[in-house]
């Protein structure tokens, strides 16, 4: 794990607060001078730290209307399978974050659809004929709490 000071985190929080931040905005922000935060920003990107910027969009305006929660049981349990199935889940543009679990389900895939149509295409053209699955259950997101929430990072001292 990176060892972070107060400045790292001063930079994380505002980098999760807007990626777009040049470093003089940086600078002002924190108090430090610009070169310094170039340098520091540079480091936490090569460590992995910042793993990327990105443009965040609202599905609806272009055209995803639906966002649905996608529970996945696997046919068979064993690394192949496992394998089959991330392969399968990387290759399409629909899933949007995917997540193993412990429990009942195997698998959660958050994915974008146009409409109920588009998601019928999904689940029944894409998902159930793929040799690595067994059983899929769909839930419709029926309204957005929180979207893209910030790391919880330690406090700042």
Do not use: W
Not at 1 to 28: P, V
Not at 76 to 91: C, K, P
């Amino acid at each position: 794990m990176t060892q972070l000071d107060g400045f790292d985190l001063k930079i994380l929080h505002a980098l999760q607060a807007d990626g777009r931040l040049t470093n003089i905005e940086l600078s002002e922000r924190i108090a430090l001078s610009a070169s310094q935060c170039s340098r520091r920003r540079a480091r936490l990107e090569a460590e992995g730290v910042i793993s990327g910027y990105r443009a965040s969009l609202d599905p609806a305006k272009i055209g995803l209307g639906l966002l649905v929660v996608i529970s996945v049981t696997l046919a068979t349990h064993n690394r192949d399978n496992a394998r089959r199935f991330a392969q399968l889940v990387n290759s399409l543009p629909e899933v949007l974050e995917a997540f193993a679990l412990t429990g009942e389900m195997d698998y959660h895939l958050k994915i974008a659809a146009r409409d109920l149509s588009g998601l019928s295409e999904f689940v029944n053209d894409v998902l159930l004929p793929h040799e690595s699955v067994q059983h899929v259950k769909t839930s419709i997101v029926l309204n957005t709490l929180k979207r893209d929430g910030a790391l919880p990072l330690p406090e700042i001292r």
